[in-house]
């Protein structure tokens, strides 16, 4: 297929799933807030923390309230990831392969833009638990979509990539931003420690994961090692790089060699490391390394099949 | 809008009425309409029209307007009465197309090489090789079968009196044959009765018929075809992808295609590919920024070179614009005699060549009847439509005309043809035209109908779809004729 036509069908998939995953922090991060009280500015900006941009944040001037932050990385036209840009960036590169997905798909991603432009007529720019369910629900369809329609061939493994890739940043940063605030620093009590483990649980819908897994109270180094390690839960950094190995295992061999050869290793501490490993160099610093990595091979992906030579 | 039953009113005296003839009766193909007419109420039609919008929205069958800000898209309305053409009118239209294309590729193919036409003194020399739509690079290049014209869409109107005529022979990129396609689709959809009502003759396999032309268009036997299109951002994006996608053909921008030692490839995930013809979207000037205009960032460098050297076909041909031009178009009936010994069986719109001194006399004398055009414009734009012009704007247009008199030819303001359309005031008459698709590849083949365009503001003559125009569904059925005025 044409290396252009691939480098949209990922991009497609990757702000799709961005979008999806700033609905999922912003709707735990509300919830969250009401439970902190008004005062505490450090959980209104950890969804900024979170995607890197508190500083943008702060240029613009807005207060630090959970509201704020909630428009800003909702409806920002000047934020390049807020939901709003990844949802027409999204539609943009679905219109410009429209001939390479099926139409379904297409019909599924362009409603997804009307009723984007119906939310936002007259300056509305909801930003609330419906409007971050409904994001969620849009990508869910897609993917839905996209697994019933399509042929297993590369435009789906172009858009799979893109899909897993961006996962797995999201829940690797998820990650590293909740453990890195240890509850008891915040003078938190046994239940705040509840509440925000599984708020970190929930935005990526893998309480009910943890309770079928533990049948126990919720505790920071499962969480982790449910996050981490587990096979079978889908936003688990193990269970996206199966994704990732396999379908770059399906694509052409030749011109991803350096893309292959990372993705192997960065695949074969998931599948064979355990929390042990971790906890020698520190949850943190694996996790970053884990971020950068993942960032390397995310360009490699694009200079093998995707850069115009 | 009310639950009561509509009553479509017929066109003014002098308009051609395809549906009511002068006694307000429906005629003979268009009775089974009228009849399921008469029960359906404009409610009903209103509903069917929302439901048909949504439709068109959801799927983006969209239109980008030039001039407008960017992003903007919209709908092309599609109207729900369908224009319906007898099968003995068809008939005789389609043996009409095919002689005119196959004389009209005969003449790109001599003006080329022989220049037999221009020997013959038939037209002259200067107004061809001094042409700025003649292709200089194009002369002694062999295409295969002498076929530079593939795809041609002819606009095609009927007069006052019910004779059909030629308005322009649209040989460059004719678009519009998504819409045809998506009315069908549509149409089916909401009203599946009339499609049991009448047998009307299908147009579901233009695609295919498209890609059998384009494959024919090669000396290879399979070679890989792929539609060349600027890019999402022009107005028929829609379009190319469409059609890209029901062919199962690369849709394929200017970066994504290179040449090497004179042969064309495309870039892809499994290393460069052969690409064999290019149905190319974008204008010859585009194509090659080595041949042509520097600037352009649509082409691809070097495509010419191996064009020429027979390496890739390109459809339609580079240089076919010579013979659109609308101070050629008066010459065709000319080259039908000339090359094929046959006459004419459509009509060309009489025509003054604002060129040639006494022509223009008439043109400025007679402003306020005629409708004047530059010989190069299209869309719709750049044009004098007399009898609807303000004198103000009469006034203007004098002036330019009279600097350039070249750049100007003008007609006589045809009567077009009216269809009952569903609008504000119920279904009313609304000015029509028609555009088949004619495809040359082995052999010509057009699907029954084209696309109808209609004007859909009151009175207005003006159909295309960046002023206004929407378009309806085309049936040709087999019932008897209508009408048509002896030639």
Redesign the interface.
Known sequence: MLSRVASHLYWLSRYLERAENMARILDVGASLALLSGDGDETSAIEPLVITDTLEPFRATGRPATPEQVARYLAWDPTHPSSIVNCLEASRENARAVRGSITSEMWENINDTWLQLAAKRAGGAEPADAGYFEWVKERSHLFRGVTFATIRRDQPYQFIRLGTFLERADNTARILSVKQARQPSALGGDDLTDHYRLSAVLRSVSSLEAYRDTYRDAIDARRVAELLIFDPTLPRSLRFCFDEVVRNLRELPQAPARTARRLAAHMHALLEHGALDDVDGVGLDAFLQRFLRNNVRLGEAVHAAYMELK | MSESALTPLSAPPGIFDEMFDAAHAPRPHYRDYADWLAAISADHMAAKRAEADLIF????ITFAVYGEQGGTERLIPSDVVPRIIAADEWDRLEKGLVQRVTAINRFLADIYHGREILRAGLIPEEQILSNGQYAAAMIGTRVPRDVYAHIVGVDIVRHGDGTYYVLEDNLRVPSGVSYMLSNRKMMMRLFPDLFRRYRVRPVEHYPALLLQTLRAAAETDSPTVVLLTP??FNSA?FEH??L??QMGV????G??LFVKDACVY??????PKRVDVIYRRIDADFIDPLAFRPDSMLGVPGLMAAYRLGNVAICNAVGTGVADDKSIYPYVPDMIRFYLGEEPILRNVPTWQCRQPEDLAHVVAHLGELVVKEVHGAGGYGMLVGPTSSAQEIADFRVRLLADPENYIAQPTLALSSCPTFVEEGVAPRHIDLRPFVLVGREIRIVPGGLTRVALRRGSLVVNSSQGGGTKDTWVVDAPGGFEAAP
């Open positions: 929205r959801r799927i983006g890019g999402r994006y992808a469409f890209a996608q690369e849709l394929v921008e970066q994504d495309m870039r892809t995930t499994d290393g």
